[in-house]
């Protein structure tokens, strides 16, 4: 789900904690380390995310912040704040031939740099995938 989030809007703020979770509390934050990733630079994009980013000249680069039931794909064409809202059970993670991630929900991608000197960037994916994991029933009891 691709959301304008330029604006305190309590509508949109509940349709993303209800999608994904609501913000982790400061205590869990910590004992987990951070739950956003460093900046990253998208190199290619759906095309609905790639007309909003050419918006302006600017460098198009995001950020990703874990939420309890999913993740949050964070960037900013403009003075506008763009959202991609991907649950764990929708994320489809792709490692590239080049130094590339793909993140996947549906009809919308990103792509973002991640050259094997950014060690972050590794760390932080292996993080999502390791949480994304967790979601997925183990057993049949848990369908």
Known sequence: MLLNNSHNDPEITRKINDFVGP????LQRMKMKGVGS???KITKSSTQIYNLLQLDQN???CNI?????GIIIGFQKR?????LVIPYYKLTIYKGTSDEYSFHIDTYFIKVLAAAKDVSIHKFVSRVISEKEKQQPTTLEDL
Do not use: G, Q, S
């Open 23 to 26: 913000p982790f509390p400061l």
């Open 65 to 69: 912040e874990l939420r309890p039931k």
């Open 59 to 61: 460098t198009n680069t």
């Open 79 to 83: 003075l506008e704040t763009y959202n």
């Open 38 to 40: 460093p900046k990253m």
